[in-house]
T-cell receptor, first 113, second 112 residues
Framework: QKEVEQDPGPLSVPEGAIVSLNCTYSNSAFQYFMWYRQYSRKGPELLMYTYSSGNKEDGRFTAQVDKSSKYISLFIRDSQPSDSATYLC?????????????FGTGTRLQVTL | SQTIHQWPATLVQPVGSPLSLECTVEGTSNPNLYWYRQAAGRGLQLLFYSVGIGQISSEVPQNLSASRPQDRQFILSSKKLLLSDSGFYLCARADGGAHGYTFGSGTRLTVV
């Protein structure tokens, strides 16, 4: 069993839809959770991070963590064609420079006009 | 600036040839640096990480090696490439404040 499971997609939605992306994990020691966005042929860029259960909102993006279920989600409201990318979840046991991140395989999202 | 420079962007190499990918970083000194490989459907696989000059930890036994000759330079090498070494290679640095990494733009390696 992988430490982090993520549906690879592809997920295709119309512009303006609400998108839900999810990851499950098995290592209860993970305390820090991140979402990265990766455009084609580019390196991933950090989108959201959180270290506690609950919701964190940033513009159209909401990250949700449920440690009891070992389940994290990223919601995108009013999705735009520019949101088309691969979204990777990542998590670590330690903060900051001491961290070694474990990544999901990524979900490819396509937002159509 | 926490910029990471990686080159080349794409590379096609024959089986058995050597490899050298270079990564240089800007910003704070003594960063933690990482080499990842990304293959389709397999996500990001950590290959090597370094906490300082000359300090390399290998995560996966393989045909590759890494070196850190200077504080802001991280090099991924191979003496003889295999077909299975094809992939997208990413260099990253740890950014303490954001609890995440900054990634370079990657090198797409195709071994033929």
């Amino acid at each position: 069993q992988k430490e982090v499971e993520q549906d690879p997609g592809p997920l295709s939605v119309p512009e303006g839809a609400i998108v839900s992306l999810n990851c499950t994990y098995s290592n209860s020691a993970f305390q820090y959770f991140m979402w990265y966005r990766q455009y084609s042929r580019k390196g991933p860029e950090l989108l959201m991070y959180t270290y506690s259960s609950g919701n964190k909102e940033d513009g159209r993006f909401t990250a949700q963590v449920d440690k009891s279920s070992k389940y994290i989600s990223l919601f995108i409201r009013d999705s735009q064609p520019s949101d088309s990318a691969t979204y990777l979840c990542a998590m670590s046991e330690n903060p900051g420079t001491a961290s070694k991140l474990t990544f999901g395989t990524g979900t490819r999202l396509q937002v159509t006009l | 600036s926490q910029t990471i420079h990686q080159w080349p962007a794409t590379l096609v190499q024959p089986v058995g040839s050597p490899l050298s990918l270079e990564c240089t970083v800007e910003g704070t000194s003594n960063p933690n640096l990482y080499w990842y490989r990304q293959a389709a459907g397999r996500g990001l696989q950590l290959l090597f990480y370094s906490v300082g000059i000359g300090q390399i930890s290998s995560e996966v036994p393989q045909n590759l090696s890494a070196s850190r000759p200077q504080d802001r330079q991280f090099i991924l090498s191979s003496k003889k490439l295999l077909l299975s070494d094809s992939g997208f290679y990413l260099c990253a640095r740890a950014d303490g404040g954001a609890h995440g990494y900054t990634f370079g733009s990657g090198t797409r390696l195709t071994v033929v």
